[in-house]
């Protein structure tokens, strides 16, 4: 019975493996493709994936046929940074209440933000337009970060709540002996113990502050420099044609220096879990 259960978990692992692959690497790896390819030579019947003339003129001339292409990768990461940081400035706090404090309507509260995380942008695009033209904030960059840390609020305090809650109690409670505060408490001994917390929670927010950049830059700003890399790509769609192999090559250089903040932290998160896996 142990070994029909094994074997169903490896069927399991490799089913979800080979899905992985087949619909994340493989777009990702297609996109290097045709970035590679002459724009002629992307339509080709039948088709060919390998090809004698790849070459990567595509990642020079992008540079050329959208001058502000660094400006759209810049605003897209700064967007990003700044959702993070606010977002994290108010969960924070909030997790820390929902996972030790009593107060009022508190499940009530919770299951608020569990059903806010059903609903996506699109659904509140003109309210939020509204409100947004109110408190004048349309065409800036708050145009983008507000909303979006407004939608993120709800899954950062429901993904470190649950993380906090794994905390002993009792190493605060020696600290309120000691005659600390709570907010000394929370800086001193429970942020240190929940930096994997933290970190995945953060990187959870990056990710859904890069992929929500699109709908809310589109709707809420028309101030060209401040568009991000998402809505930038735009540019590369013609009167007569799209530069098809400029655009994925531009998208693979947007998304490399995510990549590479995630590949760092990567390594501080391993860090923690090891070092939070050991009981002195």
Request: include cysteine; hydrophobic fraction near 55%.
């Amino acid at each position: 019975m142990m070994d029909r259960y094994t074997k169903l978990q490896m069927v399991g692992i490799y089913v979800c493996i080979a899905v992985f692959l087949t619909f994340i690497l493989l777009p990702f790896f297609e996109m290097f493709m045709a970035s590679l390819r002459p724009l002629e030579h992307l339509f080709r019947s039948p088709y060919q994936f390998w090809s004698d003339d790849f070459s990567f003129d595509a990642y020079k001339q992008m540079w050329v046929t959208v001058p502000l292409l660094g400006r759209y990768i810049f605003n897209s990461i700064y967007i990003s940074f700044m959702v993070t940081g606010l977002t994290m400035i108010f969960v924070v706090p909030a997790a820390y209440a929902y996972a030790r404090l009593q107060f009022p309507f508190k499940n009530l509260s919770l299951g608020l933000f569990l059903g806010v995380n059903m609903f996506t942008g699109a659904v509140l695009l003109i309210p939020l337009y509204r409100v947004l033209r109110t408190m004048g904030l349309l065409n800036t960059y708050w145009a983008m970060i507000v909303p979006g840390v407004a939608f993120l609020i709800p899954t950062g305090i429901w993904l470190l709540r649950s993380y906090l809650e794994k905390i002993p109690r009792e190493l605060e409670e020696a600290a309120f002996v000691d005659g600390a505060s709570r907010l000394y408490t929370l800086r001193r001994v429970v942020l240190p113990l929940a930096v994997p917390g933290l970190i995945v929670v953060g990187v959870a927010v990056f990710i859904g502050a890069y992929a929500q950049q699109f709908l809310f830059a589109i709707t809420f700003n028309q101030t060209r420099e401040l568009q991000p890399l998402p809505a930038g790509l735009y540019e590369f769609i013609g009167y007569q044609s799209v530069t098809w192999n400029e655009m994925m090559a531009a998208a693979l250089v947007g998304v490399l220096p995510v990549m590479v903040i995630f590949l760092f932290l990567q390594k501080y998160l391993v860090a923690g879990l090891t070092a939070g896996a050991v009981k002195e």
